[in-house]
């Protein structure tokens, strides 16, 4: 299986029949990200994927293990946390009407993009009100 770190893009011509399952480094600060309030924390992250090609169809299922910092919501100061979150996305190359799950579609240049699934997973993992520690007095101005 072929993966493009950097771009988190999957070569689908790399893949065979049936399951195929892969764990890749992901160089955190090469990625674009594009998330207003986080950053990579550290240097590499990890992916742990299966990707099940079938006919019409292609299932990726995984997780992604890396860290993030994000502003205190009192006082700004970085707050890292932990991203461990599970991956789902399926896709089709011929979308059915009568269903109903959400199915994206796959494109016909030969590789999929699975940014937005592994992005998805870091927004999920994000604190909903991050704090640096439960008594932090916020920003001083003094």
């Given at each position: ?5 950097e771009t988190l893009?999957?070569?689908l011509r790399?893949?065979s029949g049936?399951?195929?399952t892969g ?6 600060k ?5 998330l ?20 019409g169809?292609?299932i990726?299922?995984g997780r992604?293990?890396?860290s ?16 461990s ?10 979308p059915?009407p009568?269903d ?31 704090l640096c520690?439960?008594?932090c007095?916020g920003?001083?101005?003094n």
């Amino acid at each position: 299986m072929n993966l493009d770190t950097e771009t988190l893009v999957l070569d689908l011509r790399s893949l065979s029949g049936g399951v195929n399952t892969g764990t890749f480094e992901i160089p955190m600060k090469s990625v674009s990200w594009s998330l207003d309030e986080a950053e990579p924390a550290d240097d590499a992250g990890t992916l742990h994927l299966s990707v099940d090609l079938e006919e019409g169809t292609v299932i990726c299922i995984g997780r992604f293990d890396a860290s993030f910092i994000t502003p205190c919501a009192r006082c700004l100061q970085p707050v890292r946390f932990n991203v461990s979150e599970g991956i789902l996305r399926k896709y089709t190359w011929v979308p059915d009407p009568s269903d109903h799950e959400d199915i994206e579609l796959i494109p016909d240049t030969g590789f999929l993009d699975l940014l937005c699934a592994v992005r998805e997973a870091v927004v999920l993992s994000m604190p909903g009100k991050p704090l640096c520690s439960a008594d932090c007095p916020g920003i001083d101005y003094n």
